[in-house]
C-alpha cells in the first residue's frame, strides 16, 4: 500500500457517530453481536437503509431491535432546503449535519438515468481559485454514511453517482473507497449500482491515483485538469506545484491501463486564461493516442471572481482542435447554474 501523505488528513473533529453504512458487512454483523443481537439482523437493517425505508417501513424489526436504531443507524442529515431549475430536473438540497456542518448534493434527472452530485467533504482544501467550495476551505472530511446517505435520501432511484460535489474524494480517500464500494456492492449490504456509472473526480493527489488504481475497481476517474502546462497549471490547481502536469497525466494514464477506463479531462474554459488555440494543441498533444475524452464546461460563475466563460466561438474552436488531433471532446452541459448548483458553485450557504 502507497502510504498518503499527512497533509491530506483533514481535521476528524466533529465527525458523526458511527452508523452501520461507515462498516463494511462482517463489521456490522460484529457490531449487531456487540449489542446482543442475532448477526443476520445487519443484513436486514441495511436492507431498509439502502432502500431508503422510514422507521415505520421497517416493520419486521422486533421490539429490541428497534430501540438499537437510533444508536445503529443514527440520522446523519437535516434536510434543509432543497431548490430546483430546468423545470424540476435539477435539483439541489442544502444538508445540516449533526454538529452543523453544512453541505450540498444535486441530483439531475436525464432520460434514461439519474445522477447523483455527492459531496465527499464539507468544503474543500484545495483552493483552486476559480471554485466557489476552494474559497471556503476546508471544513472536515465525510464519513462514509454522510457520503451515501447523500444517495439514499435523494428520494428516488439513482443510477449514476459523480464525486463532484464539495471536497476532493481522494484527500477523503479511505471513506471515499468505502463509500464506492456500498454503492456498488450487490447484495443487500449496498446499493447495488454499476461501476461504470460512477465518476471520482480529482485534482490530481498524485500517490492517492496510484493507490486508487489498486483497488480493483471499475470506475471512471475523471482529472481536473483545466491546463496543460505547468506554468498556468499551477495557479488554477495549486496542488500542481507539488504533482506537475507530466506526473499527474502518467498516474491516471495508469489507471487507464489497469482498468481500460476511458479517463475523463475536466478542463473549465476561462476566457482569455486557459482558452487560447496553442494550449488546445499542446493539451491535444499530450492526451494524444491516449483513452481520453475531454469534458470541456463553460467556467460558472462563482462570487467574488473576475473570470468568465470563453465566448461559444473560441470554445469551438477549442473543441475543433482537439478533435482534429484525434482526441475526443465534448462540451458539458452545466445543469443548475440558476440555482448555483453547477460545477464550483457548491458553497453551502444558509
Ligand atoms: N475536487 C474534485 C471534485 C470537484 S469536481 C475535482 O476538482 O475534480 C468539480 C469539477 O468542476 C472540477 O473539475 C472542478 O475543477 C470544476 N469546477 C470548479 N469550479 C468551476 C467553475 N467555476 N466552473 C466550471 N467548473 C468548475
Given at each position: 500500500?502507497?502510504?498518503?501523505?499527512?497533509?491530506?488528513?483533514?481535521?476528524?473533529?466533529?465527525?458523526?457517530?458511527?452508523?452501520?453504512?461507515?462498516?463494511?458487512?462482517?463489521?456490522?454483523?460484529?457490531?449487531?453481536?456487540?449489542?446482543?443481537?442475532?448477526?443476520?439482523?445487519?443484513?436486514?437493517?441495511?436492507r431498509?437503509?439502502?432502500?431508503?425505508h422510514?422507521?415505520?417501513?421497517?416493520?419486521d424489526?422486533?421490539?429490541?431491535?428497534?430501540?438499537?436504531?437510533?444508536?445503529?443507524?443514527?440520522e446523519?442529515?437535516?434536510?434543509?432546503?432543497?431548490?430546483?431549475?430546468?423545470?424540476?430536473?435539477?435539483?439541489?438540497?442544502?444538508?445540516?449535519?449533526?454538529?452543523?456542518?453544512?453541505?450540498?448534493?444535486?441530483?439531475?434527472?436525464?432520460?434514461?438515468?439519474?445522477?447523483?452530485?455527492?459531496?465527499?467533504?464539507?468544503?474543500?482544501?484545495?483552493?483552486?481559485?476559480?471554485?466557489?467550495?476552494?474559497?471556503?476551505?476546508?471544513?472536515?472530511?465525510?464519513?462514509?454514511?454522510?457520503?451515501?446517505?447523500?444517495?439514499?435520501?435523494?428520494?428516488?432511484?439513482?443510477?449514476?453517482?459523480v464525486?463532484?460535489?464539495?471536497?476532493?474524494?481522494?484527500a477523503?480517500?479511505?471513506?471515499?473507497?468505502?463509500?464506492?464500494?456500498?454503492?456498488?456492492?450487490?447484495?443487500?449490504?449496498?446499493?447495488?449500482?454499476?461501476?461504470?456509472?460512477?465518476?471520482?473526480?480529482?485534482?490530481?493527489?498524485?500517490p492517492?491515483?496510484?493507490?486508487?488504481?489498486?483497488?480493483?475497481?471499475?470506475?471512471?476517474?475523471?482529472?481536473?485538469?483545466?491546463?496543460?502546462?505547468?506554468e498556468?497549471?499551477?495557479?488554477?490547481?495549486?496542488?500542481?506545484?507539488?504533482?506537475?502536469?507530466?506526473?499527474?497525466?502518467?498516474?491516471?494514464?495508469?489507471?487507464?491501463?489497469?482498468?481500460?477506463?476511458?479517463?475523463?479531462i475536466?478542463?473549465?474554459?476561462?476566457?482569455?486564461?486557459n482558452?487560447?488555440?496553442?494550449?488546445?494543441?499542446?493539451?491535444?498533444?499530450?492526451?494524444?493516442?491516449?483513452?481520453?475524452?475531454?469534458?470541456?464546461?463553460?467556467?460558472?460563475?462563482?462570487?467574488?471572481?473576475?473570470?468568465?466563460?470563453?465566448?461559444?466561438?473560441?470554445?469551438?474552436?477549442?473543441?475543433?482542435r482537439?478533435?482534429?488531433?484525434?482526441?475526443?471532446?465534448?462540451?458539458?452541459?452545466?445543469?443548475?447554474?440558476?440555482?448555483?448548483?453547477?460545477?464550483?458553485?457548491?458553497?453551502?450557504?444558509?
Open positions: 500500500m502507497i502510504p498518503l501523505p499527512l497533509v491530506f488528513d483533514a481535521p476528524k473533529k466533529g465527525m458523526p457517530p458511527q452508523h452501520l453504512a461507515d462498516l463494511d458487512p462482517a463489521a456490522r454483523r460484529a457490531r449487531l453481536a456487540e449489542l446482543g443481537e442475532k448477526p443476520f439482523r445487519a443484513e436486514q437493517l441495511s431498509h437503509y439502502f432502500a431508503g422510514t422507521r415505520e417501513q421497517m416493520t424489526v422486533s421490539g429490541s431491535l428497534r430501540d438499537k436504531l437510533d444508536d445503529l443507524m443514527p446523519l442529515f437535516t434536510q434543509l432546503r432543497v431548490v430546483d431549475c430546468d423545470e424540476g430536473a435539477t435539483k439541489k438540497t442544502l444538508w445540516r449535519a449533526h454538529d452543523g456542518t453544512l453541505v450540498e448534493s444535486v441530483l439531475m434527472r436525464y432520460p434514461g438515468r439519474t445522477t447523483v452530485c455527492v459531496s465527499s467533504q464539507a468544503g474543500c482544501g484545495m483552493a483552486c481559485p476559480f471554485c466557489a467550495t476552494g474559497q471556503g476551505g476546508l471544513t472536515r472530511n465525510l464519513s462514509t454514511a454522510e457520503i451515501t446517505d447523500q444517495v439514499v435520501r435523494a428520494g428516488e432511484k439513482v443510477t449514476n453517482v464525486f463532484m460535489g464539495m471536497g476532493e474524494p481522494l477523503n480517500y479511505n471513506r471515499v473507497v468505502a463509500a464506492v464500494r456500498r454503492m456498488v456492492d450487490p447484495t443487500p449490504h449496498g446499493l447495488g449500482m454499476s461501476q461504470r456509472n460512477i465518476v471520482v473526480s480529482t485534482v490530481g493527489l498524485v492517492a491515483i496510484k493507490r486508487f488504481t489498486e483497488e480493483g475497481l471499475q470506475v471512471t476517474l475523471a482529472l481536473s485538469l483545466h491546463a496543460p502546462d505547468d498556468l497549471r499551477n495557479t488554477l490547481v495549486p496542488v500542481n506545484t507539488r504533482w506537475p502536469v507530466r506526473e499527474v497525466l502518467e498516474a491516471a494514464f495508469g489507471y487507464t491501463r489497469r482498468t481500460g477506463r476511458r479517463l475523463s475536466e478542463y473549465a474554459l476561462i476566457r482569455d486564461v482558452d487560447q488555440p496553442w494550449r488546445a494543441d499542446m493539451l491535444a498533444k499530450r492526451l494524444k493516442g491516449k483513452l481520453v475524452h475531454v469534458n470541456l464546461i463553460p467556467l460558472n460563475p462563482t462570487p467574488g471572481s473576475e473570470w468568465d466563460a470563453s465566448p461559444k466561438p473560441v470554445e469551438q474552436e477549442f473543441v475543433r482537439l478533435r482534429d488531433a484525434g482526441v475526443n471532446a465534448t462540451v458539458r452541459d452545466t445543469r443548475g447554474r440558476e440555482i448555483a448548483g453547477a460545477c464550483g458553485q457548491l458553497a453551502a450557504l444558509e
